[in-house]
C-alpha cells in the first residue's frame, strides 16, 4: 500500500501544464496542498518507530552519543527498531564498515511466535488503511519478532540526522566518510517544508591525496572537502530505470578487482525495505587519487552526487544538482510527454547531459522521438545517449562511463567546491545549515582574530608573549626546585635563588596584560551561548589548520625526514616537527596568566583581592565538560603548569558536584603508532591525529558514564589522556631528553589507573616507558596496562607469533640505563608479573586498501571494540588500581 500509494502521490504532484512546480523561488505548489500532509504523518510515524520523537524539541547531541553505558560492553545486536539509531551511532563511532545494516535479531525464533500475536500481527499489516486516524499506532506490531527490518537504512539515517544537532551530524558524516561511505549533502524535511543544505556538518571532513607521479614534488595535497574545487558529476533518475544508479556509481568509483559499495543499494541486504521519508535526498562522494596509476581510476579528484527519488518529483533538488555539476547523467527507461516538458525547461542550461537508457515493452521508438526534440535544446548529440540492457557488457559500460568523465574533466568545464554549491542552494531557496545566527557570530569572531595573522612564528611572538622564553625559564627553575626535594641535604642557598628566579620570571608575565587576539578568543569561549562556543571552536580549529597547511607545491615534512635533524645533543623543549598553530596555544597562554597570578598570590607578592584571571578555570572547564581535549603537559615546556591544572580539576569537581568518582585511562607510545586514533575509534574521542600536525603536548578529556551504569562500573567519569608525541622511542644518547621523557612517561603512567602502550613493532617498546615501571614499582603504584601492537602497514600481516610475543615482555638489552638509574635490576616480566593473553593485543591494520580511498578495515574496528570491552571490564572488577574521586587526583598529581 505504501508503494502504490506513493505512486499516486507522484502522478498527482505532476498534474497539470506546468507540472506544478515553481523552482524559481524554491517553493512548489502542489508540494504546499497536498504532498505535506501525508509527509508529516509519515515523518512523525518513522521518528516513532525509531523513538527518535522525543529529540525534535531538545535535539540528540554528541555528549549524548559519548556516554559509556551497559551497551558500551556489550557486541549486540538491534531487536527493535528503537534499538537501531544507537547501534548505529556505536558502529559509526568504531569506524564499522557494517554501521547501515538495519536488520535485526530476534528474541524468538520465528517458528516461536504466539499464534495469537502472529495472527494479530498479520492483520494488523494486512487492513490497516492510511486513510485512517493517522493518531493510531501503525507500527504496534513492530514489538513483535519480526522476519526483517521495517527501516531502509537511509531512512534511519535522514531520521537521526534531522532529531541531532549540528555537532552530531558533524560528528556522523566525519565518521561515514572514513568509512567510505556516501554522505547527505542535502537533508529532505517535506514535515518541515524545507530542505537542508548540510555545509556546516561537511566542514570537518579533511582529505589528503597524491598526483601522479607519486609523492614528486608538490604532488601531495591536503584540504577540505568543503573548499575542494573539483569536477563534479551527477546521477539522476528519471521516472523508472531498470539499472540502478548506485551500483553504478559504486563500480565506476571501484578499481580492478575489487567492490566499493560507497553507496547504498538494494542488493547490499542491509535493510531493503522500501524508502519512506529519504526520497529527495541528495548525496555525495569523492574520488581522490593515490598517485598510483594501477590503483587510480581517475587521475585527479571529482566529486560524485546521487539524487534518490526521481527527478519529476524532486525538481528542486534536480535544478540544483543541474546548477552545480560538469555533467549530469540521467537514467530512465522511458521518456514521456511529462519528462520531456521538465527536460525543455533546461534548455537555458549549460550542463553536458548524458542519457543511460534502458528501453522495455515497446517505449523503444517513443524515447528516440522525445531524444531527437530535446538534442536541439540541451545542445547533446547522438554520443550523449548511451543504453545499457541486460545483455551489455558490465565492465566495458563502466569504462565508457569513466571515459566520459575523463574527457569532460580534461575539457573547459565547470568546477565547484561545497561551498560554490551552497552559494547556488541559497539562490535556489535552500536552507543552509550554517546560516544560523550563532554560527556566523562565531565565524566573524574567528575571521578578526585570523586577520591579524600574517606569520604563524611572528603571531606566536608578538601576541602569545607569555609562551616565550620566560614560561621556558620558569619551567625549567621549577623542575630543579622539586628535584630538589629527593636530594638528602638540599642546598638552602641554591633552593632560595631557584625561588627567587621564579617569582621574578612570574612578576614579568603578571605585568603582561592579555593582547587583542587572546582577550577576543577568552570573548569567544566565554559567550553565554554553548552552541556559539562550540561553534567558535571548531571556526578557529579549521581556520588555525588552514594556516598551518603547507605550502601547495610543498610535500609535507614527516617524522622520518625530521628524525635526521634530531641526531646531536638538543634543547630538551626542541620540537620533534614543526608544531603548527592550534586552539591549545590561546589556552595555553590563558594558563600561563593564571599560573603566573597564582605564583605570586601564594608567595605573598599580591594580594587576593587583585586577582583579574580567577575566572580562566571556569571557563575552560566547560570546554572540557563539552567535549573539547584540554592541555596536561604544556607542549612547549614539556612540563605541567601544576596551579592551572589543579585550578581546572577543582572547577571540574565543583561542577560535577557528587559525580566526580574517576578512572584515569592515559595511553602512551611512540609518535606514529596510532594511539590516538584507537583512542578516538574506541570513545568517540577527538584527539589530533597525524604525524606532521599532532600538538606535543599530552591532553586530556573527560567522558561522561550513564548514571545508571556508574554504580556498577564503579566511576562517574573517566579521564581520557594522550600523550602526544612526548615519547621519542629512542635513548637520544642517553642524554637529558631520556630521562625527561621517563619522567613525563612516570608522571602520566603515575595518575593513571589504566595504561595502554602502544607499539609499532615487537621491539619498540620505548625505554622511558620502561623506566617508568619501575619507577612506579619503587611508589607502590602499577596501573592496569595493556600493550598494543599495531599493524600500521597497508597490507595485513599475521599476528606475532608466540616466541615474538615473548621478546615483546622481555626488556631490550639497552634497558641497562634505566635499570642503573633506579639502581635496579630484574626482568621486566618478572617485575610487571605481564599475563600474556590478557594484556598484549595484536589489531590489524587500519586501513582496507590503500589510502586515500582505503576505508576502515573491520578487523581493525572489531578489534579495538575487545580492546574497549577488556579494559571496561577491567575498571568494572576492579583491577584498576583504587579508583579516585577528583580531589585524591589533585593531592596524586601534586605528589608526582
Known amino acids: 500500500k505504501w508503494n502504490y500509494w506513493s505512486k499516486d502521490l507522484e502522478w498527482r504532484e505532476m498534474e497539470g501544464d506546468d507540472c506544478g512546480f515553481h523552482y524559481g523561488d524554491g517553493t512548489n505548489e502542489a508540494q504546499d496542498n497536498d504532498f505535506p500532509t501525508v509527509e508529516r504523518s509519515r515523518l512523525q510515524e518513522m521518528l516513532s518507530l525509531l523513538g527518535l520523537e522525543t529529540y525534535q524539541a531538545q535535539k540528540l547531541t554528541l555528549q549524548d552519543s559519548l556516554q559509556i553505558s551497559f551497551d558500551s560492553m556489550k557486541n549486540w545486536a538491534p531487536q527493535v527498531p528503537k534499538d537501531l539509531p544507537w547501534h548505529f551511532l556505536r558502529k559509526l563511532q568504531a569506524l564499522n564498515a557494517e554501521a547501515r545494516n538495519t536488520t535485526m535479531v530476534l528474541d524468538v525464533p520465528p517458528e516461536a511466535w504466539p499464534a495469537e ?70 537533508l529532505p524535511d517535506s514535515e518541515n517544508h524545507y530542505h537542508t543544505f548540510l555545509l556546516w556538518a561537511l566542514r570537518g571532513v579533511v582529505r589528503t591525496w597524491w598526483f601522479q607521479p607519486l609523492r614528486s614534488l608538490g604532488s601531495f595535497r591536503e584540504d577540505s572537502v568543503v573548499l575542494s574545487r573539483v569536477p563534479t558529476f551527477a546521477f539522476v533518475r528519471m521516472d523508472v530505470s531498470s539499472n540502478s544508479k548506485s551500483q553504478l556509481l559504486n563500480a565506476v568509483l571501484s578499481p580492478a578487482r575489487r567492490q566499493w559499495d560507497c553507496f547504498w543499494h538494494r542488493d547490499l541486504n542491509l535493510g531493503t525495505n522500501p524508502r519512506e521519508i529519504s526520497d529527495g535526498l541528495v548525496e555525495i562522494s569523492w574520488f581522490f587519487p593515490s598517485g598510483k596509476e594501477d590503483l587510480d581510476v581517475f587521475p585527479e579528484p571529482m566529486a560524485f552526487l546521487n539524487l534518490r527519488g526521481d527527478i519529476g518529483s524532486h525538481w528542486l533538488q534536480f535544478k540544483l544538482l543541474t546548477e552545480v555539476s560538469s555533467a549530469v547523467f540521467i537514467l530512465t527507461d522511458n521518456i514521456s510527454k511529462k519528462e520531456y516538458k521538465l527536460l525543455y525547461s533546461m534548455k537555458e542550461s549549460t550542463t553536458k547531459y548524458y542519457f543511460i537508457l534502458s528501453p522495455y515493452r515497446g517505449k523503444r521508438n517513443t524515447n528516440l522521438r522525445f531524444l531527437n526534440r530535446l538534442i536541439p535544446v540541451l545542445k547533446i548529440d547522438h554520443s550523449h545517449v548511451l543504453v545499457k540492457v541486460s545483455s551489455t557488457d558490465s565492465e566495458g559500460f563502466v569504462r565508457r562511463i569513466r571515459a566520459i568523465m575523463c ?48 606569520d604563524v612564528d611572528a603571531y606566536k611572538r608578538d601576541e602569545l608573549r607569555l609562551q616565550g622564553e620566560p614560561a621556558r625559564r620558569a619551567a625549567q627553575a621549577e623542575r630543579e626546585f622539586c628535584q630538589l626535594q629527593w636530594v638528602p641535604e638540599p642546598p638552602e642557598k641554591h633552593r632560595a635563588e631557584l625561588r627567587r628566579r621564579v617569582l621574578e620570571l612570574r612578576v614579568q608575565q603578571n605585568g603582561q596584560e592579555p593582547t587583542s587576539g587572546v582577550q577576543e578568543f577568552i570573548l569567544g569561549i566565554s559567550s553565554p551561548s554553548p552552541s556559539e562556543r562550540q561553534y567558535f571552536l571548531r571556526w578557529m580549529e579549521w581556520g588555525l589548520a588552514r594556516l598551518g597547511q603547507p605550502r601547495p607545491r610543498q610535500p609535507p615534512e614527516t617524522l622520518l625526514t625530521l ?20 586552539v591549545e596555544h590561546f589556552l595555553r597562554e590563558m594558563g600561563q596568566f593564571y599560573e603566573a597570578e597564582s605564583c605570586l ?34 607542549g612547549a615546556t614539556l612540563s605541567i603548569p601544576v596551579r592551572w591544572v589543579t585550578g581546572l580539576l577543582k572547577e571540574l569537581h565543583t561542577r560535577l558536584d557528587r559525580r566526580s568518582r574517576l578512572v584515569v585511562l592515559s595511553a602512551l607510545g611512540v609518535p606514529g603508532t596510532g594511539k590516538s586514533t584507537l583512542l578516538n575509534t574506541m570513545f568517540g574521542l577527538k584527539f589530533a591525529t597525524g604525524r606532521s600536525c599532532s600538538p606535543r603536548g599530552a591532553f586530556m578529556q573527560l567522558l561522561p558514564v550513564a548514571e545508571g551504569f556508574s554504580q556498577d562500573l564503579g566511576c562517574d567519569q573517566i579521564l581520557v589522556i594522550d600523550s602526544g ?24 603512567m603515575g595518575l593513571s589507573n589504566v595504561t595502554v602502550v602502544s607499539l609499532a613493532e615487537t621491539k619498540d617498546i620505548p625505554p622511558a616507558v620502561l623506566h617508568a615501571f619501575l619507577r612506579l614499582e619503587k611508589m607502590g603504584h602499577m596501573p592496569n596496562y595493556q600493550f598494543v601492537y599495531q599493524n600500521l602497514h597497508d597490507l595485513p600481516v599475521p599476528s606475532p607469533k608466540p616466541r615474538d610475543r615473548r621478546q615483546l615482555l622481555d626488556p631490550p638489552s639497552d634497558l641497562s640505563r634505566a635499570t642503573h638509574l633506579e639502581k635496579q635490576g630484574g626482568g621486566f616480566r618478572t617485575l610487571a608479573g605481564l599475563a600474556e593473553r590478557q594484556h598484549v593485543w595484536h589489531i590489524p591494520a587500519l586501513w582496507h586498501g590503500a589510502p586515500p580511498m582505503a576505508a576502515v578495515s573491520l578487523g581493525y574496528s572489531e578489534a579495538i571494540f575487545e580492546l574497549k570491552r577488556c579494559l571496561l571490564e577491567n575498571i568494572r572488577n576492579g583491577l584498576s588500581n583504587q579508583n579516585q574521586n577528583i580531589q585524591q587526583l589533585i593531592e596524586l598529581l601534586r605528589r608526582l
Request: glycine residues 6%.
Open 117 to 186: 500475536k502472529e495472527s494479530q500481527a498479520e492483520e494488523e499489516m494486512m487492513y490497516w488503511d492510511p486513510a485512517e486516524d493517522v493518531a493510531a499506532d501503525i507500527y504496534s506490531f513492530s514489538e513483535l519478532p519480526m522476519p526483517d527490518t521495517p527501516v531502509n537504512p537511509l531512512d534511519l539515517l535522514c531520521a537521526l540526522l534531522l532529531s541531532s544537532d549540528t555537532f552530531l551530524q558533524q560528528e556522523v558524516l566525519l565518521k561515514m566518510s572514513l568509512c567510505q561511505f556516501a554522505l547527505p549533502l542535502v
Open 725 to 748: 608525541g612526548l615519547i621519542s622511542g629512542a635513548l637520544a644518547s642517553a642524554g637529558d631528553r631520556f630521562e625527561l621523557e621517563a619522567s613525563l612517561a612516570t608522571l602520566l
Open 563 to 582: 628524525r635526521p635533524k634530531l641526531g646531536g645533543p638538543s634543547d630538551l623543549t626542541e620540537p620533534l616537527w614543526p608544531e603548527p598553530l592550534g
Open 601 to 634: 598570590i601564594e608567595a605573598g607578592r599580591l594580594p587576593a583581592g587583585q586577582r583579574r584571571f580567577a575566572h580562566f578555570p571556569g571557563v575552560a572547564v566547560e570546554l572540557l565538560l563539552g567535549g573539547l581535549p584540554l592541555e596536561l603537559v604544556d
Open 407 to 454: 574527457s569532460v574533466a580534461r575539457s573547459p568545464c565547470r568546477r565547484v567546491s561545497v561551498e560554490d554549491m551552497a552559494h547556488a542552494a541559497r539562490k535556489l531557496g535552500l536552507r543552509v545549515d550554517e546560516d544560523f545566527e550563532e554560527c556566523q557570530k562565531a565565524k566573524d569572531r574567528m575571521e578578526k582574530i585570523l586577520r591579524k595573522i600574517k
